[in-house]
């Protein structure tokens, strides 16, 4: 079955970075475009980044965009984000997912395949 493990979170001061990694398997890696979506409490659920079945093309939500960078390593069947400049507004926990498997679901199907990883950027 399609399991997704996050890994890299933790407790980061402000302006500092976190790399997440999301290992993958259950399905065919390589062909299947990845993304990252954060949950926080009382805020809405959002998709961070998005990035093809190669890699060779990536979106970034505008909260985001030139402070992180989705990367992938399909030798691996991993998926990463690197995560720079960090604000408060960045803590959530972050899951990664199949793009595909979002089609007319809510942010509530995440939970189905990882747990995720808690990003908490505190003084």
């Known amino acids: 079955q399609v399991q997704l493990v996050e890994s890299g979170g933790g407790l980061v001061q402000p302006g500092g970075s976190l790399r997440l990694s999301c290992v993958a398997s259950?399905?065919?890696?390589?062909?299947?475009?990845m993304g990252w979506y954060r949950q926080a409490p009382g805020k809405e659920c959002e998709l961070v980044a998005t990035?093809?079945?190669?890699?060779?093309?990536?979106n970034y939500a505008d909260s985001v965009k030139g402070r992180f960078t989705i990367s992938r390593d399909n030798a691996k069947n991993t998926v990463y984000l690197q995560m720079n400049s960090l604000k408060s507004d960045d803590t959530a926990v972050y899951h990664c997912t199949r793009m595909g498997s979002m089609y007319l679901k809510g942010c509530g199907a995440l939970d189905a395949w990882g747990q995720g990883t808690l990003v908490t950027v505190s003084s």
């Open positions: 990035i093809s079945s190669t890699g060779g093309s990536t």
């Open positions: 259950g399905f065919t890696f390589r062909r299947t475009v």
